[in-house]
């Protein structure tokens, strides 16, 4: 069964930092395109990073270029999010999709990680 379980959120002061982890089974992690996105209530989803099946690609969105770098470890399954800066407008669920490409739709969604920014 498909699985991609989120870890590494919770509360953090701003200026902080924070790692996420998505941890997939049930598919070959290394065909895939992996993303985070994050939603915070009220607001659209939005894109937060992308990374290529190799990792050799990274693409971010504009509100966190500089400050969020995307990684992953094909051997362990695992991609990882490290938030750095952070700033209360980072305060969100945030949530790991893979996809064929990183053009292509998301077919697999991670139930999210909630992340505060707070002091």
């Known amino acids: 069964q498909v699985q991609l379980v989120e870890s590494g959120g919770g509360l953090v002061q701003p200026g902080g930092s924070l790692r996420l982890s998505c941890a997939v089974s049930g598919f070959t992690f290394s065909n895939y395109a992996m993303s985070w996105y994050r939603q915070a209530p009220g607001k659209e989803r939005e894109l937060v990073a992308v990374?290529?099946?190799?990792?050799?690609?990274?693409k971010y969105g504009d509100s966190v270029k500089g400050r969020f770098i995307i990684s992953r470890e094909n051997a362990k399954n695992t991609v990882y999010l490290q938030m750095n800066s952070l700033k209360p407008e980072d305060t969100a669920v945030y949530y790991c999709?893979?996809?064929?490409?990183?053009?292509?739709?998301?077919?697999?969604w991670g139930q999210g990680t909630q992340v505060t920014v707070s002091s």
């Open positions: 999709a893979a996809s064929r490409s990183r053009w292509a739709q998301r077919e697999y």
């Open positions: 990374i290529s099946n190799t990792g050799g690609f990274t």
